[in-house]
């Protein structure tokens, strides 16, 4: 990779930053299925606010330097079919992972979740609770585990960015209950009820 004429143009011109924020997009993009991920201004600004750089300096790092494929509203790394091994391990690994929670319920085996931020995420002095893209978490949700992943309060799970949909996301948030983000009230006031819903959300995935 480091000795593409591609990547030496970016790195003569841009230095250390903006070979980050290209491995940062490639990231981003290994989460995506086949490598390739959302072309749109919603995506585009999550990896600004991710890079602490303008959307303008994104689309100039994806646009400008031959090392990213634009096809409609998708895109993908330019020397993607080069990792296609690598790729191949990675759906292997899933497969693995699926075949042994097959397994453990079969066997009735119960593994249990944790719930609450995890080091990728923050509260607010209000209390309230952010995943790492600044995005509203219930408190019952589990610990986001990939700073890449976002959580989606339509489908009440961590997902990779190019799965939200913004206007859905907003529409649900207006569903909720302020009190369903706040983090420093929730082990104060719950009742029994309000016991049982944390763990059953605690088993949900």
């Not at 497969?95 to 607010?124: H, L, Q």
Request: with cysteine.
């Amino acid at each position: 990779m480091l000795s593409k004429p591609e990547m030496t143009d970016l790195v003569n011109e841009q230095g250390a930053v903006g070979f980050g924020v290209y491995m940062m997009i490639v990231l981003y993009l290994s989460q995506c299925d086949d490598y390739e991920g959302a072309y749109t201004n919603g995506q585009l600004q999550s990896l600004a606010d991710q890079a602490r750089k303008s959307r303008a300096y994104i689309r100039h790092i994806i646009e400008d330097y031959g090392l990213f494929k634009i096809e409609g509203k998708r895109f993908h790394e330019s020397f993607m079919n080069q990792y296609s091994h690598a790729r191949t391990n990675r759906y292997a690994r899933e497969e693995i992972e699926i075949d042994i929670e097959k397994e453990n319920k079969e066997k009735g085996t119960k593994v249990p979740d944790m719930i609450g931020p995890s080091a990728y995420e923050m509260v607010t002095r209000e209390g309230r609770r952010q995943g790492g893209h600044g995005e509203p978490v219930p408190w019952w949700a589990p610990p986001q585990r990939d700073v890449y992943m976002v959580w989606s309060l339509v489908a009440d799970r961590w997902v990779p960015p190019a799965q939200i949909d913004a206007e859905a996301e907003r529409q649900r948030h207006k569903e909720m209950k302020p009190a369903d983000f706040m983090m420093k009230t929730a082990w104060e006031v719950l009742t029994e009820d309000e016991q049982t819903r944390i763990q059953d959300n605690a088993k949900r995935q």
